[in-house]
């Protein structure tokens, strides 16, 4: 036998096939299989030569090429985690060489840890064969699993490597499922549920039992308490969205504990992609979306990207209009192999009309039409504008350490007004209006300005070192985080007072009444965080990783008179994993989080309450199969807030920090490919213990309040699945066909548990088919959510204002790619 052998490609050379160009993209259908007749299918398909030695694939299998790459490309997907490295020779040569085994196939990193976008090859770009950021950017990528993530850690790690909970969901989920929502995309996670809030135009998620509605854009914050910045973020620039279960306050600073969600935005390509995309769908609804990435100079030094989108839908329910236009581009600066710099621009506007959900009667949500709205026709709108600006870079000293940095800047401009209720209606189904002193009533009209800037700013050094049997890779960082918020707010006797609105029966008022303003709202927060971080390998496939923060965070709030907090906090975690097998790792964990700030619970001359903080222990099990192709998570937390704001239980009129909540479970995940084009994503949470552990009331000594009460919105089981099927071959090639469930049990409508959200369950289905036009890859698809027409709530407010969710609808799209 030779010592090298030339892959069928000379053969078909030979008889005059003529083959693609190695830089032209194709497309590729070829399935999982013994690596020697993988590349021997491509060879053919492409026209690429491949050398290497038998001994170099013998006993290796690759995983599947389904999609349009160059040649090279899908060399490297047909490649990874197959323990063997591809060199280029030559434009339409490469040889291959076997490597040591390895266990993953690398994901690119967040934009907030170390961003490295190297032009397309299957030679790699470091010492792991199988790193390859542009394949796992690549628009052609269709794997639902990704092995590595950034925002539990900062630094790109090996999920299986890493000891908490994790999960990321690539742009392949969000493609077959048609995410245009965040709400939408987070169904497919583990001990995370979208909730409702004032308006509906807001982004609110329950993590392991706590509400949250802060949220990440490549790691810089996207803020909600001083108002404005709660606004839906649009999915059109978004790569994929990573989501850390349990408190991240050593790596985020202040936040809730229930976990963080990041959302990592399109790269710029070095491979030239457009594509155009128009949807369509049930209520007026239509979103037409472009995307177009290429290089700038021929020599890859500078690259762009643009994604663009502008969405114009009604709704089933009153009232309800989106219209929003935005704008995302982006450019990468290759510096130097070692230096790259990236500038990022975001502009949103948006028009809506937003709802105002439905109030309950008894002990469920109010027996009214779906569409029903609780608001007038003129109110609950939302206009105005949004502009985003980051820069980072980042410089590699040699193989080891490298320094980064990032800055971002935020502007938001918004108008809004909007109806609020709180409580129930009476027993006839009135709501009552309010008064000027909200002494009657427990309905009203807010009407009001926002204008708030964000800035952001973090620097981190990175460095990998050894000292005797351990490998030591560990991260030093410094981040500040300023908000500034001014506006106006007129509030909120709008109706004529005492009026009643019937909510069985509404008469909408025509016009909207005259208010008077009645506040300036000026607030401002500064934070400030030093941390450290050292994830250690031990002897034995032993990972541990340990880090500390200090946080500084000061607030001022000029609203109703000048008022000041400074809080203090040192914030540690740590965790431990064995992997004793390639395919199972056990960890555990523990960690702190650095919470709100208590500042709006002070009476007039007491002392500055103490921040809210949480602690979580956590146990968990992670296994992968078929080379990495599918992979499973289960984790066991409990997770407990402390230092929540509550009266005094004997001194009247004074609040003291006694309040605890806290929630355990168990989640379990699984994700990945069972087989060639059969894909799968399920998740499954039991919050077994959701509660108020301690509570006081404002009826006196002795009243409990709330204590013994479940956490509201707090389902205790939940869950999805979603499984797609797509020819690989054959008279059906190109035809995909896939479904899913998405089912909760009843949830609590507020701590004070006076009334219930039922169960439910919704079935979707979709189908695409994906087909050749020239160059050009032409694709059909058409969703349909909520098959069997279930009526079904999505959350509520603490103010008793439940969202319901969308019937039974269509969405199809029209796509281009070329």
Request: aromatic residues 12%; charged residues 15%.
């Amino acid at each position: 036998m030779t010592p090298f052998r030339f892959a069928l490609a000379g053969v078909y050379l030979s008889l005059s096939i003529t083959p693609v160009l190695a830089e032209e993209a194709s497309n590729f259908n070829i399935p999982a299989q013994p690596l020697a007749s993988a590349i021997n299918s491509l060879s053919q398909q492409s026209g690429l030569h491949v050398f290497y030695a038998d001994s170099a694939v013998q006993g290796r299998e690759s995983t599947s090429v389904n999609g349009t790459y160059t040649p090279k490309q899908a060399l490297s997907q047909l490649l990874s985690g197959s323990g063997v490295q591809a060199l280029s020779t030559a434009d339409d040569t490469v040889a291959l060489k076997a490597t040591a085994p390895a266990f993953i196939k690398t994901a690119a990193e967040t934009s907030d840890s170390e961003t490295t976008l190297p032009k397309v090859t299957v030679e790699a770009d470091s010492d792991n064969p199988y790193e390859d950021p542009a394949w796992a950017n690549s628009p052609h990528n269709t794997d639902y699993h990704r092995p590595n993530a950034s925002t539990a850690t900062k630094t790109d790690t090996p999920i299986m490597e890493t000891p908490y909970s994790v999960k990321v969901l690539p742009s392949q989920v969000l493609k077959d499922q048609q995410v245009i929502r965040l709400e939408d995309a987070i169904q497919n996670v583990a001990g995370v549920q979208s909730s409702f809030t004032d308006g509906g135009d807001s982004d609110v998620f329950i993590m392991r039992g706590f509400q949250n509605t802060n949220k990440y854009l490549d790691g810089f914050l996207q803020p909600s308490a001083l108002g404005g910045g709660t606004l839906k973020r649009e999915t059109a620039n978004l790569e994929r969205i990573e989501v850390l279960k349990g408190p991240g306050s050593v790596l985020f600073g202040r936040n809730e504990p229930g976990g963080v969600i990041n959302m990592v935005t399109k790269r710029p390509l070095a491979t030239p992609y457009y594509a155009l995309q128009q949807q369509f769908g049930s209520y007026d609804f239509y979103r037409t979306t472009a995307d177009a990435t290429g290089p700038i100079t021929k020599d890859d030094i500078l690259l762009y990207r643009v994604n663009l989108s502008y969405e114009n839908s009604d709704s089933f329910r009153d009232f309800v209009k989106k219209d929003s236009v935005f704008f995302a581009p982006s450019l990468t600066w290759n510096i130097s192999p070692q230096t790259q710099a990236n500038l990022d621009i975001q502009y949103q506007h948006f028009d809506n009309a937003n709802d105002s959900g439905v109030a309950p009667i008894g002990n469920r949500p109010a027996p009214v039409p779906i569409n029903r709205q609780l608001g007038d026709p003129f109110n609950n709108k939302t206009r105005g504008d949004r502009t985003y600006v980051a820069a980072n870079w980042s410089h590699a000293f040699n193989d080891n350490w490298k320094l980064s940095h990032r800055f971002g800047a935020e502007f938001l401009d918004v108008d809004s007004t909007f109806t609020f209720f709180f409580g129930q209606p009476d027993g006839k189904g009135n709501l009552v209006n309010v008064n000027s002193d909200f002494s009657v009533g427990n309905r009203g009209f807010n009407n009001g300005t926002t204008q708030q800037q964000n800035y952001y700013t973090t620097l981190n050094l990175t460095g990998k070192f050894n000292t005797a049997m351990l490998e030591h890779s560990m991260l030093w960082g410094f981040d500040f985080f300023e908000i500034d918020n001014q506006g106006t707010t007129a509030c909120c006797a709008a109706f004529p007072e005492g009026a009643k609105f019937n909510i069985i029966n509404p008469t909408y008022l025509t016009a909207a009444p005259n208010l008077t303003y009645t506040a300036s709202p000026d607030m401002s927060q500064e934070w400030y965080g030093l941390y450290w971080q050292d994830q250690i390998k031990f002897p034995f496939n032993v990972y541990g990783n340990v880090g500390v923060r200090y946080d500084n965070a000061t607030g001022r709030n000029d609203t109703l008179g000048i008022t000041t907090t400074d809080d203090d906090r040192v914030s540690p975690r740590g965790g431990l994993l064995w992997r004793p097998l390639k395919w199972l790792s056990m960890y555990g964990n523990y960690s702190q989080n650095f919470g709100p700030s208590n500042s709006l619970f002070n009476a007039p001359g007491q002392q500055a309450l103490a921040p809210q903080t949480a602690e979580e222990w956590e146990l968990g099990a992670k296994t992968e199969f078929f080379n990495g192709r599918l992979t499973a998570n289960f984790a066991y937390f409990d997770l407990t807030r402390k230092n929540m704001a509550v009266p005094h239980p004997i001194i009247q009129n004074l609040q003291v920090t006694i309040g605890e909540q806290e929630s355990r479970g168990y989640e379990f995940e699984a994700t990945g490919e069972i087989l060639p084009g059969w894909n799968v994503i399920g998740a499954y949470t039991h919050l077994s213990y959701a509660r108020i552990n301690k509570d006081v009331g404002f009826g006196g000594p002795g009243d409990p309040g709330d204590t013994g009460h479940r956490l509201y919105n707090a389902a205790r089981n939940f869950g999805s699945l979603w499984t797609t099927y797509e020819f690989l071959g054959g008279a059906l090639q190109g035809l995909k066909f896939g479904g899913g469930v998405i089912a909760t049990s009843q949830r609590e409508g507020t701590t004070r548990n006076d009334f219930q959200l039922p169960g439910y369950a919704t079935l979707n289905l979709m189908a695409s088919y994906g087909m050749k036009v020239g160059k050009s890859k032409v694709s059909l698809q058409l969703n349909a959510n909520n098959l069997l027409d279930k009526t079904y709530y999505t959350g509520n407010n603490t103010g008793s204002m439940i969202g319901v969710g969308q019937p039974r609808s269509f969405m199809g799209s029209v796509k281009v790619e070329f």
